[in-house]
């Protein structure tokens, strides 16, 4: 009788596990951007997680929780509590900043892997006053010049926008100041105003800019065209191939989460990426959608790390 009640308890928890993994999601799910509202993460977020809502029936929003270049954001979900309710979306400082400050508050394997959800290339710009018309131009003009300092905007220590600086740095043999801001939009702003004299942020955020003529792009720091800016050179055309890098954009969650809710989540990012609105609004920002699996975002994100360890060496950007 002892071993049939104790088999019937382990039965009836079993049946309640899986009424409640079923049950996912049941209430409210909120998606932690670690950046001010208006830039690159900030949009993909927004733009997918209102797809989510539509696919998970249940209401997503998005918290924007800046500092510390993402830091503040991805520390607060790695504390968050594991129950499918709470998750990251981030870029490159998620794998990044390890390798270059000593003062995260959360360990990388807090954080799991979701979706690899967009790449976005990045665009360096400069004020319009500056005569350069591209980035070749800019740098013989530094080069011709009796200074060879360069103060670059970025969005904070481990930033896409800060190892586009740092590849700079290596490819021009400038030197370069960067200087942190609380996003990307904060850049933009910084460079018009006059107050840096070049910055990068993803084709996303400056396309508009550019094309309202407030902003001038020099060079995108990817192996192709922007599909939003087809008249500007890459860094590989204009002879840097060394300056490629991309704005990723992935969701994450609080290490701890249960395996089938990361992977309905997955799913359902899948499916959000594959709304024509969803598809329509990356594309015409030169966004490229990428989705895939979970093992493929964890390999992506390895070498990234791997390969942008390279340039923290080379351009001694430990702090």
């Known amino acids: 009788m002892k071993f049939l009640s104790r088999s019937l308890v382990i039965v009836f928890l079993f049946s309640v596990n899986s009424v409640f993994a079923q049950a996912w999601p049941a209430k409210q799910i909120t998606i932690v951007v670690p ?54 979306v981030s870029s ?6 390890t390798l270059i400050r000593n003062d995260q508050q959360h360990k990388d394997d807090e954080l799991v892997p979701i979706t690899l959800l967009t790449v976005a290339p990045s665009v360096i710009i400069a004020n319009n006053n500056n005569p350069a018309s591209n980035l070749k131009e800019f740098i013989t003009n530094l080069k011709a010049s009796k200074d060879n300092r360069v103060v670059f905007a ?13 590849l700079f740095k290596i490819a021009a043999d400038a030197d370069v ?19 840096v004299q070049l910055a990068a942020e993803s084709t996303q955020v400056v396309t508009p800019k550019i094309k309202a003529g407030m902003v001038k792009a020099l060079a995108v720091t990817y192996d192709q065209r922007s599909s939003s800016l087809p008249d500007v050179p890459t860094t590989k055309e204009l002879g840097y191939p060394s300056i490629f890098i991309t704005h990723f954009v992935g969701m994450m969650a609080p290490a701890g989460t249960p395996v089938d809710i990361l992977e309905k989540m997955n799913q359902a990012n899948q499916k959000a990426l594959q709304s024509p609105e969803v598809r329509s609004t990356f594309t015409n920002a030169g966004t490229i959608i990428i989705g895939g699996s979970r093992a493929s975002f964890a390999e992506y994100l390895q070498k990234e790390r791997e390969r942008l360890k390279v340039v923290v060496q080379d351009a001694k950007m430990t702090q």
Request: zero cysteines; charged letters at 15%.
């Open 92 to 97: 490159n400082g998620l794998v990044t900043t």
């Open 177 to 195: 100041e960067p200087i942190p801001y609380k996003s990307g939009v904060d850049t933009v702003t910084a460079l018009i105003g006059g107050q």
């Open 154 to 166: 970025t969005a904070g220590v481990g930033t896409t926008p800060h190892f586009v600086s740092a």
């Open 35 to 88: 950046f001010a509202p208006g830039g690159n993460i900030d949009i993909v977020g927004r733009t997918v997680g209102k797809e989510l809502s539509q696919i998970l029936k249940q209401p997503v929003i998005i918290e924007n929780k800046p500092g510390a270049g993402g830091m503040v954001g991805a520390t607060y979900v790695a504390k968050s509590k594991p129950d499918g309710y709470t998750f990251l």
